[in-house]
């Protein structure tokens, strides 16, 4: 099914079935289908906590937007981060820097060739460093739409890029209360 009237790039069918696992910030494995069946959504993002501007933009977005719906949708809705810089992004960086937007976001970490692993499954591109600066610092390209999977752990849709906060809010209740029907 497609849900009509949302901001969200619609799948005219699931694409895959999203089943992985990578270690949480607390070093447990996330077994994410498992983890995440008791959402009706999950919103997956890769992203780094050193990114300038496009990842802390959508953690900042999803926060605000998730503290002001109401109960019974923000509560269905999990936002689920992989970091595709394991360098940098050590798990207690990670968990820091989300923590900052909302503690109840997952942060998930692996290494770089099972994070593209997951995303080259999730037919995104693979991230890419960036030759460092002459102070080392270095930049990382990655895909920068936020995934949405149903409890079903189908990806049903994605939002690109740029996604204003009153698009979240408009689109959230819409696809937590979808009949995604059978498949």
């Known amino acids: 099914m497609t849900v009509t009237s949302v901001v969200a790039i619609s799948l005219p069918a699931p694409l895959v079935a999203v089943d992985f696992t ?5 070093g447990t494995p996330f077994a994410f289908r498992e983890r995440t069946a008791d959402n009706t959504l999950t919103l997956l993002f890769f992203g780094y906590t050193s990114c300038p501007d496009i990842c802390p933009v959508h953690m900042a ?3 605000a937007v ?6 019974q949708v ?9 970091t595709v810089d394991p ?11 989300l923590d900052n937007f909302d503690r109840s976001f997952v942060g998930l ?7 593209n692993a997951v995303m080259q499954s999730l037919r995104l591109p ?7 600066g002459e102070d080392g610092s270095y930049l990382v390209g990655h895909a920068a739409q936020v995934l949405v999977v149903t409890a079903d752990g189908l990806l049903r849709a994605m939002y690109p890029s740029g996604t204003r ?3 979240w809010a408009h689109d959230l209740p819409l696809l937590v209360r979808a009949d995604w029907g059978p498949q």
């Open 165 to 167: 906060q009153v698009d």
């Open 74 to 82: 923000a509560g269905g809705v999990g936002v689920v981060m992989v």
């Open 22 to 26: 990578l270690p949480a910030t607390d």
């Open 61 to 63: 977005n999803l926060a």
């Open 126 to 132: 693979p991230a890419v460093l960036d030759p460092p």
């Open 109 to 115: 970490t692996g290494t770089t060739d099972e994070v």
């Open 66 to 71: 998730l503290r002001r719906l109401p109960p």
């Open 87 to 97: 360098e940098r992004d050590t798990p207690e960086r990670l968990r820091d820097w």
